[in-house]
Nanobody, 117 residues
Framework: QVQLVESGGGLVQAGGSLRLSCAASGSTFSSYTMRWFRQAPGKEREFVARISWSGVSTYYADSVKGRFTISRDNAKSTVYLQMNSLTPEDTAVYCC??????????WGQGTQVTVSS
């Protein structure tokens, strides 16, 4: 079992930055691939970014590539999402996910990010 708690969301003007954190507890954090997803009102959940257990490999959705950076600190059991050059289209609830395989998926409760124009 992994418990995930996101933080760092808020209201920011277009062009601004936010840094989201997702703190994990429970099972061995370093054994999980970690992912960020987001869901805007009236839209389906959207993949944002992924980082391997070691932090060496990352992958981004085209919509955030070059603006967002995912990172992790296994010593702190935390994954981060640095978001720069935010636009109103980035407004959503952002959730982190611990991916340990098909039968080992854990989700946080999410943190709201609102970008004003």
């Amino acid at each position: 079992q992994v418990q995930l708690v996101e933080s760092g969301g808020g209201l920011v003007q277009a062009g601004g930055s936010l840094r989201l954190s997702c703190a994990a507890s429970g099972s061995t954090f370093s054994s999980y691939t970690m992912r960020w997803f987001r869901q805007a009102p009236g839209k389906e959940r959207e993949f944002v970014a992924r980082i391997s257990w070691s932090g060496v490999s990352t992958y981004y959705a085209d919509s955030v590539k070059g603006r967002f950076t995912i990172s992790r600190d296994n010593a702190k059991s935390t994954v981060y999402l640095q978001m720069n050059s935010l636009t109103p289209e980035d407004t959503a609830v952002y959730c982190c996910n611990a991916d340990g395989g098909a039968t080992s998926q854990y989700w946080g409760q999410g943190t709201q990010v609102t970008v004003s124009s």
